[in-house]
Structure formats: C-alpha cells, structure tokens
C-alpha cells in the first residue's frame, strides 16, 4: 500500500466551516507540518554541513559512533533522533544548539 502524505489527505477533505472537526483537522495539521519541518529541517542542515566540510557519512559514523544508516535516515529526515545523538552529530560538524526564550 503506497503511503500518501498527511498534508495531501487533509486538502482533500473539507469540513464545514463551524465545525469541530475542520478545527481538529486545522490543528493537528499544523502540529504535524511542524513536528515535520523540525526533524527535516535538522536533517537538511546536518547533511548539508556534512557537505560543506566534505565529510563522507561513513566517516561521520566512525567518529560519532553513530550507524551510517542512522545518520542517512535523520538526514533524510525519516528518523527522530535523541538530543544525544543529535548533540554528537552537532559535535562532529562544528554547529552548537542555542536555546532561547521565544
């Protein structure tokens, strides 16, 4: 069975306009494009740092300890990493997390 993405479901239907369920539909919607836009988004950025520096991801695997295959799917944004990981992903590839108040 082919999966489709959520965001191609969700255009299709349509809910009248006062009902709870087009405001269901609406918000999770939302929480979903971003918890998307989030683990793909690190994943754009680490592979694209990977890049920059000329690192092989096998090589980025031996010095990190993490699987080669584990780094393809968190690039590829098909994998939602552990703040552990990703702090030494981040290590490998000279970039630091700052945290701030919004």
């Known amino acids: 069975m082919a999966t489709v993405p959520y965001v191609h479901v969700v255009k299709r239907k349509k809910h009248p306009k006062g009902s ?11 929480q979903l494009l971003e918890e998307y836009e989030l683990t793909f988004g690190l994943g754009q950025l680490l592979s694209s740092r990977r890049l920059e520096l000329q690192i092989s991801q096998a090589a980025l695997a031996e010095e990190t300890g993490i699987p080669q295959a584990d780094i393809s799917r968190i690039e ?27």
Do not use: D, M, Y
């Not at 709870?20 to 939302?30: G, I, P, R, V, Y």
């Open 20 to 30: 709870n369920l087009a405001h269901f539909s609406a918000a999770l919607e939302k």
């Open 76 to 102: 590829c944004g098909h994998a939602n990493p552990t703040l552990r990981t990703v702090e030494k992903l981040l290590s490998a590839l000279n970039l630091r997390i700052t945290v701030s108040n919004q």
